[in-house]
């Protein structure tokens, strides 16, 4: 996760609050590709923009995994047994 100071997390955190939540992966699809393309209009679209984008979507995929996905498989291989 980008770790970025308590203080420059409210200016995205007071605008995210106002923000209806998607209820579908399409949607979900759709609200992240429109914050990459407002960061494309803004850093400009050449092919470190477009790696930026990609990197940060991949460390967002990494850090979910690793903070959500695994603790939640973690609490059902202990409910349900271990396959292996």
């Not at 984008?53 to 979910?64: D, F, P, R, T, Y």
Request: proline content about 5%.
């Amino acid at each position: 996760m980008p770790y970025i100071k308590k203080v420059d997390r409210l200016k995205f955190k007071k605008t995210l609050e106002h923000i209806l939540p998607p209820h579908t992966a399409g949607e979900l699809n759709y609200c992240l590709s429109c914050i990459c393309q407002l960061y494309l209009l803004y850093a400009g679209e050449s092919y470190q923009t477009h790696n930026d984008i990609m990197g940060a979507l991949s460390g967002v995929q990494q850090e979910w995994y690793r903070r959500k996905v695994a603790p939640y498989e973690e609490k059902k291989i202990k409910e349900n047994g271990d396959i292996f």
